[in-house]
């Protein structure tokens, strides 16, 4: 069953247009990683500065792995100067039931 993590983002408004522009260029790191499945980055049409990220991968303990790897910490890297601009962060994990 796959394992999905989804990020919810709350960034400052003046900001949202460089968040969103470094989802875009991200370093892509995790597409290669072992267990990964797949991404989808949303950004609400009603609240301009929200931000949701999917986070599929084939199973929880590819996830963790993911998350205490080396790529995890290179790719989060290039957003540290965004970090300030962040208003709220929350994470929640899921099963995916059907696709």
């Known amino acids: 069953m796959t394992f999905v993590a989804i ?3 709350l960034v400052k408004p003046h900001v ?10 991200r370093s892509r790191m995790v597409d290669s990683f072992d267990g990964f499945v797949g991404l989808n980055f ?10 949701i990220g999917i986070f599929h991968f084939k199973d929880k303990g590819s996830f963790a792995k993911y998350m ?3 790529e995890h910490n290179i790719s989060h890297s290039d ?3 965004l970090s300030p601009e962040i208003i709220s962060n929350s994470v929640e994990f899921y099963d995916l039931i059907t696709n």
């Open 79 to 81: 957003s540290k100067s």
């Open 42 to 51: 949303l950004r609400s049409q009603r609240h301009n500065n929200l931000f």
């Open 16 to 25: 949202a247009d460089k968040f969103e522009e470094a989802f875009r260029n």
């Open 7 to 9: 990020s919810k983002v």
């Open 68 to 70: 205490a790897s080396k």
